[in-house]
């Protein structure tokens, strides 16, 4: 499903290059179910925007359900995103404005005619669990509510890869616990790929493969050592 060789990708901070990642080499099978987790910092969710087709990567290559990535300009990997990669984010995005079925709808692209788009947003709604939630908006739904209205709305095209980034992370720990459950349930029942970053311990153990960016990306960004003498800790010493 997914194939990354020798991938680079660096920031200019301040007119300087500062290099984030270096992946001599990271494959994901189909249908695999991986937790990425490593410090903040790491280089986590710039893995992922790499593998979306948000940013390119400066060299090597990375190449998504048979599709070279980086041979494609941007408006075509926003096409082949759109089509083929499903996307959690730790903040919902929900547009306030609409209901929880307008939410999902707006991302459907299949030319459906209105009584199958109802009949397929009714199922996907079912499956999470919000069958009497449809016609809510955003700010009458809980977080994990709008978390799995978001969820099925990143689904709705059947993408074989569905990408997390800390899908969890801005929810109780209860019901943490629930997204990650159906994250993987989902991912189970409809055969996709997902790779889910996380700084939630317990959802990366619920997890078959769980893998620490820094075992394929060869950058290390080291802390400034602690220097005492003395009188104390040196001006610019962090502790
Ligand atoms: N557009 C950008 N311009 C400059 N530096 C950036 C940019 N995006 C990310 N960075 C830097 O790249 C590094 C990696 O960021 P990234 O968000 O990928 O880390 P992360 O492992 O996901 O971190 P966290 O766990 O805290 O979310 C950080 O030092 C960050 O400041």
Not at 48 to 62: F, K, N, Q, W
Not at 126 to 152: C, M
Not at 167 to 194: C, F, M, N, Q
Request: hydrophobic share 40%.
């Amino acid at each position: 499903m997914l194939q990354i060789r020798e991938v680079k990708k660096q920031f200019k901070v301040d007119g300087r290059p500062v290099p984030i990642l270096d992946i001599p080499e990271w494959n994901v099978e189909k249908g695999e179910r991986v937790a990425i987790t490593g410090p903040s910092g790491s280089g986590k969710s710039t893995l992922l925007h790499l593998v979306s087709g948000i940013l390119r990567a400066d060299s090597g290559s990375i190449i998504v359900d048979g599709q070279p990535l980086h041979e494609l300009a941007e408006a075509k990997r926003d096409a082949f995103r759109a089509s083929r990669i499903g996307y959690v984010l730790q903040d919902f995005h929900l547009i306030p404005s609409l209901t929880a079925r307008q939410n999902i709808e707006i991302a459907m692209t299949a030319r459906l005619t209105s009584k199958e788009r109802r009949r397929v947003v009714d199922g996907w709604l079912e499956q999470v669990g919000l069958a009497d939630r449809s016609q809510h908006r955003p700010s009458q739904l809980s977080r994990g509510q709008q978390q799995r209205i978001a969820i099925v709305r990143a689904l709705v095209n059947q993408p074989p890869l569905l990408l997390a980034d800390e899908p969890t992370g801005s929810l109780d720990w209860e019901t943490a616990d629930e997204i990650s459950a159906l994250l993987l349930e989902l991912s189970i029942a409809h055969g996709h790929t997902l790779i889910v970053v996380t700084h939630d311990l317990n959802m990366a153990g619920r997890f078959p493969h769980c893998l620490n960016i820094q075992d394929v990306n060869t950058v290390r960004r080291e802390a400034m050592p602690l220097q005492r003498h003395s009188s104390g800790i040196r001006e610019g010493a962090t502790v």
